[in-house]
């Protein structure tokens, strides 16, 4: 069975970064550009790992779809790697306050980021 990963960025060229760096790697692949889509998104699918853009305008920016993620039953194990262009500790310590997984500062290299979520998708326990 492949492994759901769902893409969350209000920026369409960062998802078709992402969708570049994971191709290939046997994923399914889905994709949200806003908080309430993506909350929306992750009930159905059910993903095994979200990739979350911390800063989205709107209603609900990265933190806040964490924070719901991880006060929801269905979607608390889910596993989050937030992707932020702030650099800063004080947002990378508020995103692993969250319950992020991990933070990873934008940009990035497609590279990185496969490698990254190969070592995460492997590292998780087995009973999800």
Known sequence: MK?????????????RLVRYALDGGGHALFEAANGATALQVAKVIQPDLILLDQSMPGGLDGLAVLQALRADPQLNHVLVVML???????????ALEAGANY?????????????LVQVMLKARPAAQ
């Open 103 to 115: 933070f990873l500062t934008k940009p990035f290299t497609p590279a990185r980021l496969g490698d």
């Open 84 to 94: 932020t262009g702030n650099q800063g500790e004080q947002d990378k310590r508020a």
């Open 3 to 15: 492994t759901k990963i769902l893409i969350v960025d209000d920026q369409a060229e960062i998802r």
